[in-house]
């Protein structure tokens, strides 16, 4: 069973960079798209990156795209997002959730196709 544990949340002020880290224990990494996911207060599940299995494609919501950077290390069993210019409004628990590709290329960008979430990361992003 594959368990995902996140880790590098902070408060930051906006326009500052933080860098979360997914760390997977098992030996299939390599099988799964990769997503990070976040959760406001009050507000659903939202989808925020993605990286195939194959970590040649990557996908953003609109929300973060060009301030955000997803990648992996397959060696290590580790996704990582390196957030820059963050705002308020980033503002969640972040969890970073897997999804059994065969295709290596898939990124789902619904939350629900994510599974093996783990206990999440907070980031607070003052004004």
């Known amino acids: 069973q594959v368990q995902l544990v996140e880790s590098g949340g902070g408060l930051v002020q906006a326009g500052g960079s933080l860098r979360l880290s997914c760390a997977a224990s098992?030996?299939?990494?390599?099988?799964?798209?990769m997503g990070w996911i976040r959760q406001a207060p009050g507000k659903e599940r939202e989808f925020v990156a993605g990286?195939?299995?194959?970590?040649?494609?990557?996908d953003y919501a609109d929300s973060v795209k060009g301030r955000f950077t997803v990648s992996r290390d397959t060696a290590n069993n580790t996704v990582y997002l390196q957030m820059d210019s963050v705002k308020p409004e980033d503002t969640a628990v972040y969890y970073c959730?897997?999804?059994?590709?065969?295709?290596?290329?898939?990124?789902?960008?619904?939350?629900?196709?994510?599974?093996?979430w783990g206990q999440g990361t907070q980031v607070t992003v003052s004004s």
């Open positions: 098992g030996r299939t990494f390599s099988m799964y798209t």
């Open positions: 959730g897997r999804y059994v590709d065969y295709s290596g290329t898939a990124i789902p960008r619904a939350t629900n196709m994510y599974t093996n």
């Open positions: 990286i195939a299995r194959t970590g040649g494609r990557t």
